[in-house]
């Protein structure tokens, strides 16, 4: 059994907002299993859902570039956001765009690549580029999406530059339908995935061991209220289509006109421009998200320089 110690709690806290007596109850119950633990104190109405937000801490900017039936999603990071202001840094993260839409989503491949206008490789540029600004950075991340027929669209949230921001999104729609409808289309609904922040495509995507666990956690706390087990039974059916309103792209509720499921938009729009549209997939960058920053404590820095 791990040792419960303060610092183990004092995670559980952060990740939960429960108690702290709340937390080393439940992390004693658990034999100090973390994500255990969680379901634990979701089962006792004591912690909200497990979205846990880590720190968001990495700076730089989020590139997308989409042509047509293409498009894609990079990620640079560098120190700090004074960087992200710097145009030879957007420059950079804009070639960067460029060469994936033309590469593909391999970063080693996009690292090999010539950087246009720069007369040496991605990788020669990125390091010509820390040397020149006298920061680390790290290509991170990107991610491609191709449609056959249709459209790639695009959103990028709160923009600095054209393509490039800290919130970037793309929808792929499939369909042989009226491309400019299909195109607005889109675009409205890569603004939906910034805002809505969908974890799967549809049902049929989402993470089995997710919804295991979901359903473990929604049938206890079912039983807990004593009525039959047909009628948990239907109470965990009604959560869990509850669940997929939450987490699932085409059944959440379009932010846009506030009432109409996702599915159900692309059904309507489909009859409008005589062809059915397919949600073949999406993206959705947040700069940073998945990276711990390291927290300083400046007195301790201070005192370690003083030599105390």
């Known amino acids: 059994m791990a040792e419960i110690t303060a610092s183990l709690v004092k995670e559980l806290r952060e990740k939960t907002g429960a108690g702290m007596m709340d937390c080393k109850k439940a992390l004693g119950e658990t034999a100090g299993d973390i994500e255990a633990a969680i379901d634990w104190l979701r089962t006792k109405g004591l912690a909200a859902a497990a979205k846990k937000a880590g720190r968001v801490a990495a700076e730089g900017l989020v590139g997308i570039a989409a042509a047509g039936t293409k498009g894609v999603a990079v990620e640079v990071n560098a120190e700090t956001d004074f960087v992200a202001r710097n145009e030879q840094f957007q420059g950079f ?11 593909g989503a391999d970063v080693e491949a996009i690292k090999a690549a010539e950087c246009p206008g720069a007369g040496k490789s991605v990788a020669e540029q990125l390091t010509a580029l820390i040397a020149t600004i006298g920061e680390n950075m790290n290509f991170r991340r990107a991610v491609y999406l191709e449609v056959p027929n249709g459209v790639v669209a695009s959103y990028m949230h709160s923009s600095i530059a054209p393509g490039l921001g800290k919130i970037g999104c793309m929808v792929a729609l499939e369909s042989t339908g009226d491309q400019a409808r299909l195109a607005e289309l889109g675009k409205q609904l890569a603004m939906h995935v910034a805002a809505a922040n969908p974890q799967f495509l549809d049902p049929s995507a989402v993470d089995n061991a997710a919804l295991e666990r979901e359903k473990a956690v929604l049938t206890e706390q079912a039983q807990a209220s004593g009525k039959p087990a047909a009628v948990v039974e239907k109470m965990v059916e009604g959560r869990i289509r509850k669940y997929y309103e939450e987490v699932c792209l085409s059944e959440q509720i379009f932010v846009i006109d ?25 993206v959705r960058f947040a700069l940073g998200e998945g990276i711990e920053k390291e927290e300083k404590d400046f007195a301790a820095e201070v005192a370690a320089q003083l030599g105390h």
Do not use: H, M, N, R
Request: glycine share 8%.
């Open 93 to 103: 993260v804009s070639a960067v765009a460029a060469v994936a839409l033309a590469k």
């Open 258 to 282: 506030q009432e109409s499921k996702i599915s159900k938009v692309l059904e309507t729009v489909g009859k409008e421009i005589g062809a059915p549209i397919k949600l073949a997939g999406f």
